[in-house]
């Protein structure tokens, strides 16, 4: 829900916490494993001791993969995968509302994450970089397995070309950006190049600040020109 608001400081912070009651605290105190209330001991709602293997406080770990690694699907089976790297261009501002001093230089510092997927058709896996060098603003590397299709979104970041993050200044942004996949052009003054023969199409996720590129099975290498 945080991400769907576009509310990532807020998530992260709340992934960082290490306080009581947090994830962090958890791990704090010696946790492998996920635990079936906050404390992991005995209280009103849980009698009897309760277990240190149990699933219900566990949505974090879906949240490392989905919204942190940016890896989902559409339908069943990962026959038609998303991948969808967060935005995760942080005001100093916003993180220091949410979260102490202490978790925000690390949140803010947060710039790119790498996540794999053994799925019934291989591996899925995609790599993101914020800010990869001075001449690539974002850089993403995506790996589709046999006998599936994938969507995989380009973010359009806060600072790139004077953007800022609502639907009318995406559209203005991805008319200007230039986003290469490999070593040929596929986007430029607002259009889809068909220059790879893996990439089928693209358009414009205003709600997502972001191009969205239609891809079939292979290894692709996305890099926004800053």
Known sequence: VLMQQGRMDVA???ANQTTFP???YWFMNGATSLWENWSGKA???HPPAPTHDHIFLGSHGSWL???LGGIDQKGVGFEHIVL???QTRLSEVAVQDVCSKENAASLLSLSEAQTTHHCIHGVIALK???AFNDSVAFYVSA???PNTQAEVYIPVPA???GAIKHSFSTLKAAATVTIVEGTVPIWKNNMFLPNDDGVMSAQVDPDNHAVVFYVGSGYYNFYLLA
Request: proline share 12%; net charge negative.
């Open 84 to 86: 969808r790297p967060p």
């Open 65 to 67: 993969f989905e919204g």
């Open 128 to 130: 993101w970089i914020e």
């Open 143 to 145: 790996t589709v397995p």
């Open 12 to 14: 992260l912070s709340l």
């Open 159 to 161: 600072t790139c070309h």
């Open 43 to 45: 209280d009103l709602t």
């Open 22 to 24: 947090s994830w962090g």
